[in-house]
């Protein structure tokens, strides 16, 4: 190695020691998307406790989906790891609140599918979809024979998932207690067996 | 001359005092015509009649007003509506809604300054710029909702009707913090907040057991039902369900509400094939006006040092019911008798909201009617009598109540519902003209059939388009269903009215 080598490697090694320097000075945000406008406008952690009011809202949604999640996946049932076909029914909302179930069926779904141990069939909710589509492919004329999905090749589901959720309001004078039950079931849709079932409570109290 | 000019300040001031802004113009005066032309089916006329109280010309007169605030928006909504141009109709009370909008910023993040001047002194009620009744901002929601679903936009009706309950939780959360800090300001200044306390003031028509039987000035059943009805048509039972509930406990014991909720399960999941689920909402009548009564109130003032006790004319708005006409029933295809139920009266919900309202107003008059008549005495101490006597001229011409209030809104809302086969049906229901008739057609699997019997004309609002819902229908039905959803009406079956057969490709299906 001659020595003007020697320097130049010197030099770089200088160079790059300042370059990172520089970078943990100006931190990773410069490597950020820019920002358009200075508005009052922030983003926050999605997943971030949400205390705003005591109605039913984000943090209760996830924590009610990854509870009924976590409890059906270690089910009897689905650990067996023959992916079973599941469907989605209806969770009836008892509650004066109007809480969207459909929501959280939706984020148990996703996370169900996300593990690859079952697989799901349209809900009745998707079906005018899927009948439509098939109708379109078979009855209008335009699809290339071979490619038209056959009618009466849909699979039927092995197990539905049905449940509720209840809560009970209570108002004092400088006190709001509201209680909330969610209930799931898996239910066999052969034999009508309930293979499994959860409870999932949460409790918000407000001062006012 | 140097008195005449103190007494043309003092004067002045006392105008300044009042608030200028508006407080000429009477809005009862004003709405009594358009009311009257829709009262007798001239709603074009109607229309004219807002326009021109809303036009800058006049304003300066006092005649007008060029700055066309949320009641113009309110009132040519409902106009344009009734005239069935639900386009137009639905352009001028999305106007309305932004301005309700930014009213919820300023409730959501800076309620103190919605708040704050409950006790001012300048402000006459009259100049505050008009926000709106509660009822008002709630129902705006519910009526764009309707309107979306004559346009067959059942998905811009269902964001309506999901803004309808966020906008009650706002409401909800201010007017708590409100009765707080008016309790507090009146303990802190000593005044008596009672109306019943007012000597002369029609206390009775607060005090109805019709208004105090309700549970606010702003939720109303109808709202709630038809969130339920809207919820169910897009296949979304389980929003239904607290729709139909909140209509209950906001209107107990009405059996036409508890039906909707008991059927429930049974209609989502038993659809009847070549059938609509048709609900009739029929409004009567128009929103009672708010008028100004002049009610001599007896004010403490400190005057040269020591305490005395002033008469003042100060002014309070009272509202007065006209009963309007709501039939029982209405006749389909000439024979079915189906019973409407009253779910909804308005006119109890301005009256609830204004008793609600009565300490505020009452605070903030007292409050008024102490300066001016410290304005008075310095009046008469330095101009001399003249002086005095022009001041209370002119307090007394500028005192009068805030009379704004949505006068086209229908004073009565009832509502019936029918499974009928789809298809053109005839309905016939007795106004205070007689018994009218009038064709409407049942199209896909839900329909909203809205009427409006206003003095003797008749009203229908029909749908322009109906969608077929996706939600519903999605499972064909068993070969023997399940008894018929309940259906208050005895169905006859219409001569030629034929089942759809099996099911084919909609028109329009393919995009």
Known sequence: MNPTSVIRIKSISALLVAMSGSLLTTGCASTGSPIVGSGPVTYGDAKAVESVTNEFGSTDLQTMAEAMTRSLIQSAVIARGNRPLITIAEVKNKTSEYIDTRSITDSIRAQMLKSGSVRFAVDTHAMQNQTDELIRQNQTGLYKKGTAKKIGGMEGADYRIEGNIASIVKLGSSVKDVYYKFSLMLVNVETGVIEWADEKDIRKTSSR | ?511
Request: hydrophobic share 40%; charged share 25%; proline share 5%.
């Open chain 2, 1 to 511: 001359m140097r008195s005449l000019s103190k007494v043309l300040a003092l004067g002045g001031a006392v105008v300044l005092l009042t608030g200028c802004a508006g407080t000429m113009r009477s809005y009862d005066a004003e709405l009594k015509q358009t009311v009257n032309h829709v009262a007798t089916g001239n709603v074009a006329g109607a229309l004219a009649e807002l326009e021109k109280n809303n036009t800058g010309g006049a304003a300066g007169l006092g005649l007008g007003n060029s700055d066309k605030d949320l009641l113009y928006y309110l009132e040519k909504g409902e106009l344009l509506r009734l005239g069935g141009q639900y386009e137009q109709s639905a352009a001028a009370w999305l106007s309305a809604d932004q301005r309700v909008k930014e009213w919820e910023e300023i409730a959501k993040h800076s309620p103190g300054k919605l708040l704050g001047d409950l006790g001012s002194v300048i402000i006459n009620d009259k100049a505050r710029r008009y926000d709106g009744q509660d009822y008002e901002k709630v129902l705006l929601s519910t009526r764009l909702a309707l309107n979306h679903i004559a346009m067959g936009k059942w998905g811009e009706a269902r964001t309506e009707i999901k803004k309808t309950h966020e906008r009650e939780a706002i409401i909800a959360e201010l007017r708590s913090k409100e009765v707080e800090q008016a309790t507090e300001e009146a303990k802190t200044r000593n005044v008596h907040t009672r109306y019943k306390d007012l000597q002369g003031y029609p206390v009775e028509s607060l005090d109805d057991p019709e208004v105090t039987a309700l549970k606010n000035g702003y939720q109303s059943a109808f709202s709630h039902y038809l969130a339920g009805f809207v919820y169910e048509a897009l296949g979304e039972p389980s929003l239904a369900a607290p729709g139909y509930r909140k209509a209950i406990e906001l209107r107990p014991n009405v059996r036409f509400l508890e039906e909707g909720l008991a059927g429930l399960d049974k209609r989502a999941h038993v659809g009847k094939r070549g059938h609509t689920d048709v609900l009739f909402v029929v409004e009567s009548g128009s929103a009672p006006a708010r008028q100004s009564v002049m009610i001599p109130l007896p004010v403490p003032y400190m005057a040269g040092g020591r305490g005395t006790v002033g008469v003042i004319p100060t002014s309070f708005p009272v509202i007065k019911s006209e009963r309007a006409f709501m039939p029982s029933s209405i006749t389909l295809d000439g024979k079915a008798n189906l019973p409407l139920a009253p779910v909804t009266n308005v006119d109890a919900m301005a009256r609830r909201a204004l008793k609600d309202e009565m300490p505020g107003i009452i605070l903030r008059t007292t409050v008024r009617a102490i300066a001016k008549s410290i304005a008075q005495k310095q009046a008469a101490d330095r101009g001399g009598a003249l002086a005095g006597l022009l001041v209370t001229i002119a307090a007394v011409a500028t005192e009068s109540a805030d009379e704004r209030v949505w006068r086209t809104l229908p004073a009565q809302i009832s509502l019936g519902r029918a499974l009928l086969p789809s298809g053109k049906h005839s309905m016939k229901l007795s106004g205070q003209a007689g018994e009218q008739q009038l064709e409407f057609e049942a199209q896909g699997k839900y329909t909203v059939i809205p009427v409006r019997l206003m003095g003797s004309h008749l009203y229908a609002m029909r749908p322009q388009s109906s969608v077929e819902m996706a939600a519903q229908a999605t499972v064909e039905p068993p070969a023997k269903a399940l008894p018929e959803a309940a259906a208050p009406v005895e169905e006859a079956p219409k001569p030629g009215a034929r089942p759809v057969k099996s099911k084919k490709v909609r028109k329009g299906a393919i995009s």
